[in-house]
Every structure is written in structure tokens, then in C-alpha cells.
């Protein structure tokens, strides 16, 4: 991440709620959805985990809670000290720790963690090298055997995002998707925040072969939303407790369907140390 990348991506969510963003909109069909795919593979508490870039600590709270051993790492200081601050509010079950810190270079001891999350780092990350760096480092904090979940951002989120949410004919947008469609490479130059930060847009495949270029056994490439978080009326569907298992049933029989994995607003794939 370039200097210019790293204080734009500060500030962002300096200035964006992230602690809350996961309890509002589609956005709690992304939580819940992460949530079922961690749980899927990881082993039982109390199994260390490092969370890195994890924000302000949304799953490393709830996976604190579950009775593992978290350790957040992320570069912006307002997440830690959110972080530290909901901590506190669940003192039978606090995060291990809460450090500012870089994916790419990690403090831990080789060999010393169960599983590793990279929930933002791998989009956060805009160049291919900067992402192997992080990828590498995961591996290698790992045990044999070990497990990592990387998520990345669709190509195609923000063409999807602007049609659904209706800023898709702003003038100011359109050399943003344009640069997306064609490079994945996400630039906001402008001071709204739906636009998002510095970013990279993964296809599919790429993010599955950047796991297997840093070395890891792919378990999983799953679409987390699928298309779900397109629906017009979310929170009519979501809050009503039958359609949205109804909702959750199906996302999980199209979760690998290639012809729609791009169409998710977020990618994750979860990998094997070798």
C-alpha cells in the first residue's frame, strides 16, 4: 500500500462508523454470512486467532465470546481503540489483544496461531505483491495445518452497489466504475463516503490464485452474499425470521456456483496451510 493509499484508507474510516456498520442494511447479511463460513472450519475453543485488519472488532468479539484466544491487529488507531472499548463491555470474554499493525509484516511468532482472518487487508492491499506479502505472512504465523480466511471485494460490487443504491448516473462516479470494470483498481477522489477508499476489486479467480501462489491449499472459494444483498426490500426480507433463513438456504445452494460468485458484493476464500 502506497503512503498516499495508507492515509486515505485512515481517514475513511476515521470518518465512516465501522464499529456499527455490520448491524445496519445488507451489511448484516454479510456478518451473518462470514460468521457461517468461520464456524464452518474452525476448530473448537479455545484455538488462538489472529484477526488481522479486523477493524473495530466485530468478529473478534463475537469469536472472543465463542471462548477463543483473538488477537486483533489493524493499522487504523480509532479501530483500536473501539476495539478496546467494546472489549470492555464483555469482561467475561474480552479480546487477548487489540495492537495496531501491519498485514504485511506481523509481529507474531512463526507457527503460533490455529487460523488467521484477512477480512479487509486482501482489498485493502492494491497491489499484487503487497497482497502476497500479507498472504505469506498469514502462512507463516500459522501452525501446519493451519487455516486462513481472505476476503475480497467482486469486480463487480461497485457496478452492482451504483444500479441498486442509485448513483450509478453521477458524474463523479462514472470514471470510478469505468476504472474498476477495467483494472479493479478503486480510486475515490471525491469526499463521499458511499464511494468507499483505495481499493482492488478481486475477480474470482484471482483471489483463489493468489491463495494458492502464497502457497496454501484452497478449501473454499464462496460468494458471502451472493446475490442477496441486491434485494429491493432487505430489511422487509431480512427482519422477517422465516424468509430469511429462506434467504440464507438458498445463498448457500448457489455459494459456489461459478456463474454467480461475482455477482456477491464480497469474495472469501479460505485456505490450508501446506
Not at 457496478?159 to 463523479?172: A, H, I, K, T, V
Request: glycine share 8%; with cysteine; hydrophobic share 45%.
Amino acid at each position: 500500500m502506497t503512503g498516499n493509499s495508507a492515509q486515505e484508507m485512515i481517514r475513511h474510516y476515521s470518518a465512516a462508523n465501522e464499529a456499527s456498520r455490520l448491524r445496519t442494511g445488507w451489511f448484516r447479511l454479510e456478518y451473518a454470512r462470514t460468521q457461517e463460513l468461520i464456524l464452518r472450519h474452525l476448530p473448537p475453543a479455545p484455538a488462538k486467532v489472529l484477526d488481522v485488519g479486523g477493524g473495530a472488532g466485530a468478529y473478534a468479539l463475537w469469536l472472543a465470546s465463542l471462548g477463543y484466544e483473538v488477537h486483533l491487529i489493524d493499522p487504523v488507531p480509532t479501530h483500536i481503540e473501539q476495539a478496546h472499548s467494546l472489549s470492555a463491555r464483555q469482561p467475561h470474554h474480552p479480546i487477548a489483544s487489540a495492537t495496531l499493525g501491519d498485514a504485511r509484516e506481523l509481529q507474531q511468532c512463526d507457527q503460533s496461531a490455529d487460523a488467521v482472518l484477512l477480512l479487509g487487508p486482501l482489498y485493502h492491499l492494491t497491489e499484487r505483491k503487497e497482497r502476497l506479502a500479507a498472504l505469506h505472512e498469514a502462512r507463516r504465523v500459522l501452525r501446519d495445518g493451519g487455516l486462513l480466511w481472505g476476503a475480497g471485494i467482486s469486480r463487480f460490487a461497485s457496478l452492482l452497489d451504483s444500479l441498486s443504491s442509485g448513483f450509478f448516473d453521477q458524474p463523479e462516479f462514472v470514471p470510478i466504475l469505468d476504472r474498476d470494470l477495467a483494472e479493479g483498481q478503486h480510486r475515490n477522489p471525491t469526499d463521499n463516503l458511499n464511494y468507499f477508499t483505495d481499493a482492488f476489486f478481486h475477480l474470482p479467480d484471482e483471489l483463489a490464485g493468489e491463495l494458492a501462489d502464497a502457497g496454501f491449499e484452497l478449501v473454499e472459494l464462496v460468494a458471502v452474499e451472493g446475490p442477496g444483498w441486491l434485494a429491493q426490500d432487505f430489511a422487509g426480507l431480512w427482519d422477517v425470521l422465516e424468509q430469511r433463513e429462506r434467504l440464507l438456504a438458498v445463498l448457500r445452494r448457489v455459494e459456489h456456483e461459478p456463474a454467480l460468485i461475482g455477482a456477491s458484493s464480497h469474495l472469501l476464500v479460505i485456505g490450508r496451510k501446506r
